[in-house]
């Protein structure tokens, strides 16, 4: 074998040496290969770590103040509460001005286990069909979580119903594209987990999170660090769904590195495992990551057939915001296929959606795109209505509180427009930019050489 073997091989032997296929030659490449020997040991290391006493809190705590008789009354509380939060928050969860009215984190009664743990759950529930709304709950959870009483419950669950809240909020975040908030919100809910029961399956959780937004922003050895290791946690607790997700962050990883075959078949290789969990959403997800490396290997027809089923998925679901983006990934297939109306007029119709959920970060990627292909049909109409794309951006960036290398980048494109210079390369290199968030790293806007 003259390259490594991969971190699935590796935990494979590590698992089942004795059955493991081709042994003698991955023992034999192990003795002169430093790399994976390494990772073999790091592998090794996180098992022991996993099987230490210390990991299992919850299941053996050893103190007396969690005999199994008040562990019971514990139990009986909490299922109390739920039923109670399902009575008190169904007439308003539905509504976010019914929400906003009752102004739930005033009223003693909502002051519970029972609450936060429901708006948490509701938070997960509509981050992608309703994430402005989903942000409300998520606030009102951590309100209320910092309000409960010391001496009503232990502080190990107090720790947990707080990060819960902060990790829903990041969450939220998250798909809103407000990255430098969800890794702020990732940071407090990161230290409250600490102290929470399970802390290693909590922190697995933080980890797959930030492992997201670093994909993202163009992190991208933070993110694989990240990906595989909260993978490891999430495959050891027997977590499939995550596990899958975690994968899939390493896949992404790949396709940004420009390695689309190896990315696709890593995609592809986990979509029987999410069918099998039974997760449609996963799924959706799935199908349009192998369409968008079928894109970049030029199989148009087959991204076509993939993105389908992600839009059917998705619309099946209530997903808002993955439908919008498969909408906006069927406009990019359309343009790359050849079909400049369809592909212009499907961007055109994802621009409006991502506004309309407060998606402003995308919305604007959406523009800068069609004012890329806009330029290169080389039409004086065509320049005209890039111009006008690119002309708001920089206002509406200023009003969600988009910070000073983002702006300053949207600022020189439009005085490029202004000054006839602007090129469809010159969008290209602003949307790649804008694309890695920027002002969460403070890495500074740098116009492209020879400009």
């Not at 001496?151 to 190990?156: D, F, G, L, T, W």
């Not at 689309?260 to 959403?281: H, M, Q």
């Not at 702006?407 to 006839?420: D, E, I, K, P, V």
Request: glycine share 6%.
């Amino acid at each position: 074998m003259t390259g490594h073997y991969d971190e699935r091989a590796l935990q494979e032997y590590l698992d089942h040496p004795e059955s493991f296929p081709g042994r003698a030659a991955l023992e034999q490449h192990l003795e002169r290969c430093d790399a994976c020997r390494a990772l073999l040991d790091e592998l090794r290391a996180f098992e022991a770590t996993l099987s230490a006493d210390a990991v299992w809190e919850m299941t053996d705590s050893g103190s007396a103040a969690e005999a199994p008789e008040a562990l019971r009354a514990l139990a009986e509380l909490l299922a109390n509460e739920d039923r109670d939060a399902e009575r008190l928050l169904a007439p308003l969860i539905a509504s976010p001005a019914a929400f906003r009215r009752a102004n739930v984190t005033a009223i003693a009664e909502m002051r519970t286990a029972g609450i936060v743990r429901r708006l948490c759950a509701e938070s997960r529930a509509l981050r992608e069909r309703q994430p402005m709304h989903a942000l409300v709950l998520a606030d009102a959870a951590i309100a209320i979580a910092d309000q409960l009483s010391q001496q009503r419950y232990p502080s190990p669950l107090l720790d947990e119903l707080r990060g819960s809240g902060w990790f829903e909020r990041a969450n939220v975040l998250r798909y809103l594209g407000r990255y430098p908030e969800a890794l702020d919100a990732l940071a407090i809910a990161a230290r409250a987990y600490s102290r929470a029961p399970v802390p290693v399956f909590s922190g697995a959780m933080v980890d797959y999170t930030r492992a997201v937004i670093f994909a993202e922003t163009d992190r991208l050895d933070q993110a694989l660090r990240l990906a595989r290791k909260s993978a490891r946690v999430f495959r050891q607790f027997g977590d499939d769904e995550r596990f899958v997700h975690a994968k899939m962050v390493e896949a992404c990883v790949r396709f940004h590195q420009d390695q689309f075959t190896e990315s696709r078949a890593l995609f592809a290789s986990l979509v029987n495992v999410a069918t099998n969990i039974g997760s449609p959403e996963t799924l959706a997800r799935l199908y349009a990551d192998v369409a968008n490396c079928d894109i970049e290997l030029s199989d148009f027809a087959s991204a076509e057939t993939y993105f389908a089923r992600a839009l059917s998925l998705y619309e099946a679901t209530g997903n808002e915001s993955g439908r919008i983006r498969t909408r906006w990934n069927l406009g990019t297939l359309r343009l790359a296929a050849g079909d400049l109306a369809e592909g212009l007029a499907r961007l055109r119709e994802a621009r409006r959606e991502f506004e309309a959920i407060g998606a402003r970060t995308d919305a604007a990627l959406v523009a800068l795109e069609m004012a890329e292909v806009l330029l290169a049909t080389g039409k004086p109409r065509g320049a005209h209505e890039a111009a006008e794309l690119c002309s708001g951006l920089a206002e509406s960036f200023a009003a969600v509180g988009m910070e000073s290398h983002a702006l300053t980048a949207l600022a020189w494109l439009r005085a490029a427009f202004q000054s006839g210079r602007a090129t469809p390369a010159l969008v290209q290199h602003v949307r790649q930019y804008i694309r890695t968030r920027p002002d969460q790293d403070g890495r500074a806007f740098t116009p492209p050489p020879g400009i």
